[in-house]
T-cell receptor
Framework: GAVVSQHPSWVICKSGTSVKIECRSL??????MFWYRQFPKQSLMLMAT?????????EQGVEKDKFLINHASLTLSTLTVTSAHPEDSSFYIC?????????????FGDGTRLSIL | TQLLEQSPQFLSIQEGENLTVYCNSS?????LQWYRQEPGEGPVLLVT?????EVKKLKRLTFQFGDARKDSSLHITAAQTGDTGLYLC????????????????FGQGTILTVHP
């Protein structure tokens, strides 16, 4: 089946540091990738949608300059949390979708636990 | 903005009991998906329901999509401790070419704990 790899799985860093999270589709080409944020015991909240080769579409309330998304190839999208602060600590999950069909399932990565000290 | 109300948020039951989780919306979705998520992992797709009135079974799990494609339910028969986890419903937006194309709108989630 389709596999999405997310790296790193866990990162701890000091406040003010920028952190990059990678999302790779290992055995399919992902035309669209999604980035979600999840707080403990809560649901997933969509942050942004990225299509290969174009700018990401951010959801309302998500700061574009804070959460930089790059989808430069059909197998890789990155999320950079710039100048991270403790309130950015969360579980970040990416998903990837191949063909542009609305009912094509999104394949999820295993998430990245980000802790900002 | 499409919203999906999922209930209950917490469910604690004994092994062998039955349970139902509900997802309701005032919006119509192209399809609806159910996921299960373990702590520290990404959600895993259980099923996708597409047609209004559709019923799908996955062993002890029964999924139903409402006739109007606005609501869905997940019923677990004779729950086991291995069913413990976070269950999420997600509505899939249609409308090819629109900004919402293929987006998932997640419900709030149901944390299920099955005690031995």
């Amino acid at each position: 089946g389709a596999v999405v790899s997310q790296h790193p799985s866990w990162v701890i860093c000091k406040s003010g540091t920028s952190v990059k999270i990678e999302c790779r589709s290992l055995d399919f080409q992902a035309t669209t990738m999604f980035w979600y944020r999840q707080f403990p015991k809560q649901s997933l909240m969509l942050m942004a949608t990225s299509n290969e080769g174009s700018k990401a579409t951010y959801e309302q309330g998500v700061e574009k300059d804070k959460f930089l998304i790059n989808h430069a190839s059909l197998t890789l999208s990155t999320l950079t949390v710039t100048s991270a602060h403790p309130e950015d600590s969360s579980f970040y999950i990416c998903s990837a979708r191949g063909l542009q069909r609305y009912n094509q399932p999104q394949h999820f990565g295993d998430g990245t636990r980000l802790s900002i000290l | 903005t499409q919203l999906l109300e999922q209930s209950p948020q917490f469910l604690s039951i004994q092994e062998g009991e039955n349970l139902t989780v509900y997802c309701n919306s005032s919006s119509v979705f192209s399809s609806l998906q159910w996921y299960r998520q373990e702590p520290g992992e990404g959600p895993v797709l259980l099923v996708t329901v597409v047609t209004g009135g559709e019923v799908k079974k996955l062993k002890r799990l029964t999924f139903q999509f409402g006739d109007a494609r606005k609501d869905s339910s997940l019923h677990i028969t004779a729950a086991q401790t291995g069913d413990t986890g976070l269950y999420l419903c997600a509505g899939v937006s249609g409308g090819a070419g629109g900004t919402s194309y293929g987006k998932l709108t997640f419900g709030q989630g149901t944390i299920l704990t099955v005690h031995p």
